[in-house]
């Protein structure tokens, strides 16, 4: 029998106020119908496939490659090598962060799963089997993985590419006022230190990334449809590395099937796709596999932190100091504003109110694939607060004070804002103790401390039940930036990151809107409509979002860090109010009364004191295409074009809860409760933001209990597949209970800060302090997986 679904009938026609509130997403209709389209669901007629062959060694010199019998095979249609790569000037290009990596390696792999040669084929299954034809010799070279021998004197130099290159450091990086940190430290009643390692993971989208490229002999213009969440930031790094101009490039980024950081750098196969489209005069096709995208596409974190917090004995924090070492892999290809090599990490002084702070990052080589992507975090503030709140956590296990009365005794206070952190952030707007308070009371938070103590004591009763649950209860408070950034600070290889917006209403009445941004499942065809309509009236479901094409969207940086709501949201709810001055104007010229005569109600300007006088939004955009006069300057159309430059980062902030359980014999853990309360202001479409919540804190669950990219000493990738990289389940997360406090963003047009990625950096730090609560232990690191923590409870040594 067939079900009726459901209504929820906030959801309905009736129960949805223009512009903001619940609103079904639009894109969902083709989504859970399978008809999205996906960079793979590219067919050109007469198109070619290709496939990588990949280095079996973590660091090797190539002595020869002999790619005959592969040439030979009657499928095939081009063999390229490193080599011929150098004859075009292409076999190296600029990474984001202004290092240099191999398109196809020529002298040395650098990491395990390099690209080596890459082959062009009638059908993908040639392709993979001509790989198999290569015949590469290799002499294997000692390899650097642990990333705290990488700057041993006898350590192996990865980047001898690189001119005068003696070690393996990228560079050395601080933050905050050294003198007065170590001045706070040398007085303080209270000194807390603990090492800790956030793991490298990996964003491991749905879609693994891959590339049509199409040069069309006859135009000379090159059509790119690739899984990437920055097309225009990508077109010039194309028009600069092939020498075309930006005109004859065409990115378009269709549906991409999540990216979470892994789709902001351009990788070889792009590259080659494109080289193989010329070669071959066909459209090329290039698709990793997900042992591919695991191995060889961007990671994250893979920082080595020592954290130091000093306080009195009454649990005022006075100062945090941090020394970090970074795992940046075989080449630098971080994608981090340029000013700021360690990305947002120094933002590490988190929600509290303290004077002194100061942190050092050392980052280094070693031979792993390219890692420090900004995996659903803005830029390494994902890193910064794990170390804070642990840090906090730290020191309320030394103090015997409880984490929660630790916490709101330094929060920062509402009256402090705006807020300059010691390490010259400008955080906007925030209530924590509210946030905090909220969390506590939708957790229960005394009765939960209650029920841990009375299970902790029968636990001491003789003939207590050994198996029995160890409960934890973690606490964590985190402060965002998102929405990078002002220009005059930040930019990545010199493209300043401002995000542009086309808005179009037609004379019907109906509205386009094009954006620089490009989604990857948060719902942007949605909630930017839903901004649009929030200023002008118009129905969210009359007004088109068109993005990821650049020929058909204005110029911007992309999607990543949760910046597309605070950057492109607010350039376009400043289109949409150019369009409502516009319209009044246009209104005052049709009624025949002056400007200043009209007022305004949700879509349509009327006159005072008699609303029956007045044009709706559609009447108007169908006046101004018309042959109504216009006052003198006054231009026709219903258009506005912007280019948002944002004042400052937006603020996000949340305070959430975990309990968990853990079998004391296996190890296992159980997150039985995760409140998460969080403020990104104004919520455009609640519905969607708790779906980005819930996405975030999953997220952040698996990689507190479950993932971790490990290597053996040779370098051997350990975590090359999902049976191996585990990812977290609807088995793994409990039933989520979400609130909410709302301080808007004083510079946003609208108020409202990002969200995206809110849940993925707060949520960690809770699942961890939950566990070690458990546990009672004071540190050990993530992940927790069950024979992790099954060590930890035996107070062994963790391994991954
Ligand atoms: O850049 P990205 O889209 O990943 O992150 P975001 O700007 O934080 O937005 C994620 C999704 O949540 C988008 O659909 C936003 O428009 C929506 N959102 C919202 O409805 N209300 C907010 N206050 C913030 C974001």
Not at 311 to 333: M, Q, S, W, Y
Not at 334 to 354: C, E, L, M, R, W
Not at 385 to 392: F, G, I, Q
Request: hydrophobic residues 40%; glycine residues 10%.
């Amino acid at each position: 029998a067939t079900q009726t679904p459901t209504q929820d009938t906030s959801l309905s026609p009736e129960g949805n106020p223009l512009g903001f509130g619940r609103m079904l997403r639009k894109e969902d209709a083709r989504f859970v119908r399978g008809q999205g389209h996906y960079v793979d669901d590219v067919n050109l007629p007469g198109m070619l496939h290709s496939a990588i062959l990949r280095s079996p060694y973590a660091h090797a010199r190539i002595v020869s490659i002999d790619t005959s019998a592969a040439e030979a095979h009657p499928k095939v249609k081009a063999v390229i090598t490193g080599k011929m790569l150098e004859d075009l000037k292409l076999a190296w290009m600029p990474t984001l962060s202004g290092d240099v990596v191999a398109v196809l390696a020529t002298d040395k792999v650098r990491f395990q799963g390099q690209e080596v040669a890459y082959v062009v084929a009638e059908d993908e299954y040639s392709a993979r089997d001509a790989l198999e034809l290569i015949e590469v010799d290799y002499e294997p070279l000692p390899a650097v993985v642990d990333a705290k021998h990488a700057l041993d004197p006898d350590a192996p130099i990865i980047r001898d590419d690189l001119e005068g290159r003696a070690d393996n450091k990228i560079y050395d990086w601080e933050a905050g006022d050294a003198a007065a940190c170590d001045e706070v430290f040398s007085n303080a009643e209270v000194v807390v230190s603990e090492d800790m390692i956030y793991p490298r993971v990996h964003p491991a989208p749905m879609e693994t990334c891959g590339s049509v490229a199409s040069l069309d002999k006859v135009t000379g213009k090159l059509t790119m449809w690739t899984t990437t969440q920055a097309p225009h930031a990508h077109r010039t790094i194309y028009a600069l590395v092939a020498g075309l101009p930006e005109q004859k490039i065409q990115v378009i980024s269709p549906d991409i099937g999540g990216g979470f950081g892994n789709k902001v750098g351009i990788y070889p196969g792009y590259v080659l796709s494109i080289v193989g489209s010329i070669v071959t005069g066909a459209p090329v096709k290039w698709m990793e596999d997900r042992s591919e995208n695991l191995m060889s596409t961007s990671f994250a974190r893979d920082y080595h932190m020592h954290g130091e917090i000093a306080a009195t004995k009454e649990g005022k924090i006075l100062g945090l100091r941090v020394h970090v070492l970074a795992d940046h892999g075989a080449f630098n290809g971080v994608a981090q504003p340029t000013k700021f090599p360690a990305g947002f990490f120094h933002i590490f002084t988190g929600s509290y109110d303290y004077p002194a702070a100061h942190c050092k990052v050392t980052a280094v080589y070693t031979n792993k694939a390219l890692g420090g992507v900004a995996y659903a975090c803005s830029f390494r503030i994902t890193e910064a607060v794990y170390l804070v709140e642990r840090m906090v956590t730290c020191l309320a296990y030394e103090l015997q004070m409880d984490p929660a009365e630790l916490r709101m005794k330094n929060l920062l206070r509402p009256e402090q804002f705006p807020y300059m952190s010691p390490t010259g952030w400008e955080y906007d707007s925030g209530d924590y103790p509210r946030a905090l308070k909220e969390a506590m009371r939708i957790a229960g938070y005394e009765d939960l401390r209650a029920e841990q103590a009375a299970r902790r004591a029968r636990a001491t009763e003789p003939g207590a039940d050994p198996s029995t649950p160890l409960m934890g209860i973690g606490l964590s408070f985190f402060t965002e930036g998102v929405g990078a950034g002002p220009r005059k600070h930040m930019d990545i290889l010199g493209l300043g990151m401002a995000d542009g917006c086309e808005l179009r209403v037609h004379p019907t009445g109906k509205a386009q809107l094009r954006l620089s941004v490009q989604t990857q499942g948060q719902g942007h065809e949605t909630t930017f409509a839903q901004i649009v309509s929030h200023v002008i009236g118009l129905p969210p479901e009359d007004i088109e979002v068109v993005h990821g094409d650049t020929d058909n969207t204005p110029f911007g940086l992309g999607t990543y860090g949760s910046r597309s709501t605070p950057v492109s949201g607010a350039a376009a709810a400043v289109a949409a109010q150019r369009i409502k001055d516009k319209a009044r104007v246009i209104a005052a010229a049709a009624l025949e009364c002056s400007v200043e005569d009209l007022e305004w109600e949700h879509g349509r300007w009327y006159v005072k004191g008699d609303p029956s006088q007045g044009k709706t939004i559609a009447e108007i955009a169908m006046a101004a295409h018309s042959s109504l006069e216009l006052p003198e300057g006054v231009e026709g159309h219903l258009d506005a074009s912007v280019v948002y430059n944002p004042p400052n980062l937006t603020y996000p902030f949340g305070a959430y809860i975990c309990v968990v359980d853990v079998d004391p014999q296996t190890g296992a853990v159980k997150v039985r409760r995760f409140i998460a309360v969080d403020d990104c202001g104004p919520r455009i479409n609640p519905m969607i933001v708790e779906g980005q919540v819930h996405g975030g804190l999953a997220d952040g669950l698996g990689m507190a209990l479950m993932e971790v990219i490990a290597f053996d000493p040779d370098g051997n990738n350990l975590g090359g597949s999902f049976m191996d990289y585990l990812l977290p389940t609807s088995m793994e997360c409990p039933s989520w209970e979400l609130g909410e406090t709302v301080t808007p963003s004083p510079h946003h047009p609208i108020g409202v800060k990002g969200v995206g990625e809110s849940a993925t950096v707060g949520s960690p730090p809770a699942v961890v302090n939950a566990v070690l609560d458990a546990l009672q232990i004071r540190h050990a690191d993530m992940p927790f997986t069950p024979a992790m923590t099954w060590r930890a409870l035996q107070g062994r040594p963790m391994r991954p």
